[in-house]
């Protein structure tokens, strides 16, 4: 799986921005999907995570919780993260990520390259 993010970009504090993680591969479907950010300094942590279609719920951070909105279009083999009310702590690279554990977020052997969000 190939995974490529984009919808990052400079926001005021309490601002919105939509993520987007395209993923091609034949096994998209069938992975948890799952998104991590990394701010200057600080380890990567993670945010949200996703699981195939209809088999649970979304998965957040509790810094996230209330203000992020996680979510998958399997027609467009494309995962979002809504973000809204934004922080300026929020300002970091994030990472979309697939195949692992939902309580990991998701983290496993595929990751994109990263997009940048920064909110001041």
């Known amino acids: 799986v190939q995974l490529v993010e984009s919808g990052g970009g400079s926001v005021q504090a309490g601002g919105s921005l939509r993520l987007s993680c395209a993923a091609s591969?034949?096994?998209?479907?069938?992975?948890?999907m799952g998104w991590f950010r990394q701010r200057p300094g600080k380890e990567r942590e993670g945010v949200a995570g996703?699981?195939?279609?209809?088999?649970?719920?979304?998965y957040y951070a509790n810094s996230v919780k209330g203000r992020f909105t996680i979510s998958r279009d399997e027609a467009k083999n494309t995962v979002y993260l809504q973000m809204n009310n934004l922080e300026p702590e929020d300002s970091a690279m994030y990472y979309c990520?697939?195949?692992?554990?939902?309580?990991?977020?998701?983290?496993?052997?595929?990751w994109g390259q990263g997009t940048q969000v920064t909110v001041s």
């Open positions: 591969g034949d096994m998209y479907s069938s992975y948890c």
């Open positions: 990520t697939a195949g692992g554990s939902i309580i990991e977020y998701c983290s496993g052997p595929h």
């Open positions: 996703i699981y195939p279609f209809g088999q649970g719920s979304p």
